[in-house]
């Protein structure tokens, strides 16, 4: 049996190499020289770690050859948003400032994880500064071009991630999402992203952007995939005060399920209208899909968005307050004006956005004693133009880069797991669809986009655009 490291999955690769059907080093080999060949159009990866991979490699082929169990990633190639440490490089989180620090002295818990599990790792992905962003266009690196349509953008701020895996550079990558830096990209770039429960997986070794909300995820082209990454990661770590204190159950045993006994609803209202008829399109057919016709309005989705915007202006303010008194000038502009205003919020303000946090996980806690699922458009819009500046949302032009997040910037509040499922309608770019769950309902999630995937709804192929690339 032959196998295409680009448009494998990253459970077949595994299974490939642990039967030796082909080596880890042939895989990595064969990746790395696909990054080489599509970087110039692309811009996914700020930094290619080779040496790293080609060691991590022949270490696996060496643990099969000695008849050992390398894990359940053997060989399979992933890259990090380049604000996960990597031992011995810098994190630069996407800046300028960045760079002059120290490199790493130890692997984030994350990746530590992965390569434990046989995984092997490629380098470093562009995002948008500081986390801060929903393009991923760095003045400092260059904007991050989206594998389906080159003139558009990947999204952010963990576009890099989405771009490497949708353009077949490595089949798994690892993002973060603060107020939808996964889903964002998953859906721009018509690939699975999966936002897990705050505190289900360490962000040791990850740059932070807002404590309070950051939560770490895979991207992948399966949903198996997803699972799998999330598994070999999950668990407590000391080094993250916010990560769950117990050891978590495998969800990647639990795809099989089906979608009996869930109960599933479209979220209605504000959710509901405004923005791309695409994008509506799309939860229409995954509800279809499921056979879903009951409706659930969630209270105050806007004021849940705005408890976000403030508290993630004033933590991240606060956090790069002393970067901004010296050195302003080394900052994107669009993003050192965001911080600047944050720092200057009212305390007052930042208090009455999370006394109705507080009130808002109370609703939901209701909302999911009756549901099991929640479905929900995941952008306004299919990937826009880059350097495209506003968007249209219910006849009105907005600024487009802080208003990407109108779907997914709401559900991020209170710290639910959800996950990017996407649709690629024909003669339209794709767009994906939240599945949104109860804390640690991750199987669940995955349940059901197990069932999309089966019934062909929800599909994350290759871009076909690099078809001629070194593979």
Known sequence: MSLDPVTATATEIAAAVRERRISARSVTDLLLERIAATHTELNAFTLVTAPRARAEADAVDATIAAGRDPGPLAGVPYAVKNLFDLAG????????????????????TAVARLQAAGAVCLGALNMGEYAYDFVTENIHDGATHNPRELSRSAGGSSGGSGAAVAGGLVPIALGTDTNGSIRVPASFCGIWGLRPTYGALSRAGSFPFVDALDT?????????????????????????????????????????????????AQLGGYFASGGEATVHGAVATVAAALASDRVVELPEPGLARTAAFVITAAESGARHLDRLRQRA?????????????????????????????????????????????????????????????????????LPLRPNIGLFTQPISLVGLPILAAPVHPSGALPCAVQLIGAPFSEAKLLRVARALEKAGVCTAPVSTMFSSAAA
């Open 329 to 397: 000038h080394d900052f994107d502009p669009n993003v050192r004006d965001r911080l600047l205003a944050g720092a200057l919020l009212p305390a007052a303000w930042v208090d009455q956005a999370q006394r109705f946090r507080a009130w808002w996980r109370d609703q939901l806690r209701a909302i999911f004693a009756e549901v099991d699922v929640l479905i929900a458009p995941a952008t306004p819009l299919c990937a826009p133009t880059l350097g495209q500046t506003t968007l249209t949302f219910h006849g009105q032009e």
């Open 216 to 264: 770490i995820g895979p991207f992948a082209r399966s949903v198996a995939d997803l699972a799998v990454a999330y598994d070999a990661m999950a668990g407590p770590d000391s080094r993250d005060a916010a990560c769950t204190s117990v050891p978590l159950p495998l969800v990647s045993t639990q795809l099989g399920g089906g979608l009996d006994g869930l109960r599933i």
């Open 89 to 108: 490089e810098v994190t630069v989180a996407g800046s300028k400032i960045n760079r002059d620090d120290p490199p790493a002295s130890r692997d984030a």
